[in-house]
């Protein structure tokens, strides 16, 4: 790998797995006991709102009782150590990767650390529990929500994002499933713009077949050694 170059890294739910955080999508998965529709979109929220709030209440609860592993400190070593642009961009709502000690991390689908209001889009830090009905502290109104992306919303800061991918030389994904778009596109994207392209996943994913590469495994193995071979 020429240095310096662009790297962009995505990063899904398998990248904290073995952190002890569960997936979506896997045996045991987080949506396992609920229906995606249920608790992940608009409509969920206007419908049952104590039941949204609850779930992410105690996805933001967990967020205690789990540490960073040699994949997040890897990626975290690579941001310190990289000598040209680098992108962390990551689908998880966690915050793993910053605990770790990565800077240049990007949170597309929102943050369980964060709240936010629906009615003035005020975004404030929040570590408790968020009831349903929380006024904001901007504008008054009870309408602080998880500031969480739901399904048919808009991921944040996705022109950020795309000219991140038209200028990378690497895109690389950890710990994704492929399901969930427009993050499953970017490596399309970044093909599209000359970028090199490697997956590393427990198992082939729904986006394996767009990738130049793909090594199977832990995160926790590919991270750091695909690290190491970066920066040695
Ligand atoms: C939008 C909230 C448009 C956070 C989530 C085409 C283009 C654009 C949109 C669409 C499209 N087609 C369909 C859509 C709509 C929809 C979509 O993609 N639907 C899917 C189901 C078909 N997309 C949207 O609605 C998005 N919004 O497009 O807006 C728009 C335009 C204009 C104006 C307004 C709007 C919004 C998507 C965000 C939804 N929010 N969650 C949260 O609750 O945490 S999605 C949810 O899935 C999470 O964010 C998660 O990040 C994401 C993807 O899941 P993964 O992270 O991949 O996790 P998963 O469990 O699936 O897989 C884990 C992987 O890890 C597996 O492969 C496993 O093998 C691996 N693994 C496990 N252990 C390990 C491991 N790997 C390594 N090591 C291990 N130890």
Redesign the pocket.
């Known amino acids: 790998m020429p240095a310096p170059c662009n790297i962009v890294i995505l990063t899904?739910?398998?990248?904290s797995?073995?952190s002890g955080l569960a997936?979506?999508?896997?045996p045991g998965?987080?949506w396992e006991g609920h229906r995606?529709e249920d608790v992940?979109t608009p409509e969920a929220l206007a419908a049952d709102a104590e039941l949204v709030h609850r779930f992410?209440d105690a996805?933001r609860a967990a967020l205690a009782t789990v540490e960073p592993n040699a994949?997040h400190l890897a990626l975290a070593r690579l941001d310190r150590e990289w000598r040209g642009e680098l992108l962390i961009v990551t689908?998880?709502?966690d915050d793993l990767h910053e605990r770790a000690g990565a800077n240049r991390v990007l949170h597309m689908?929102?943050e369980l650390l964060s709240a936010l209001c629906a009615g003035c889009g005020e975004r404030v830090e929040w570590a408790g529990p968020l009831p349903p009905g929380s006024v904001c502290g901007t504008c008054m109104s009870p309408e602080m929500r998880p500031d969480?992306?739901?399904?048919?919303?808009?991921?944040y800061q996705m022109e950020r994002i795309e000219r991140a991918l038209g200028e990378a030389d690497l895109f690389v994904s950890?710990?994704?499933?492929?399901?969930?778009?427009?993050?499953?596109?970017f490596v399309q994207g970044a093909r599209y713009h000359g970028a090199d392209t490697l997956e590393?996943?427990?198992?082939a994913?729904a986006g394996s077949a767009y990738f130049a590469e793909t090594r199977l495994?832990?995160?926790?193995v590919?991270v750091p050694a695909w690290v190491d071979a970066v920066l040695d």
């Open positions: 899904g739910a398998g990248i797995a073995e997936t979506f999508r896997g998965g987080l995606v992940c992410y996805r994949a689908q998880n709502v689908h929102g969480i992306v739901f399904f048919g919303e808009m991921p950890v710990g994704t499933s492929g399901a969930v778009y427009p993050a499953a596109g590393l996943n427990l198992e994913s495994g832990p995160a926790s590919l």
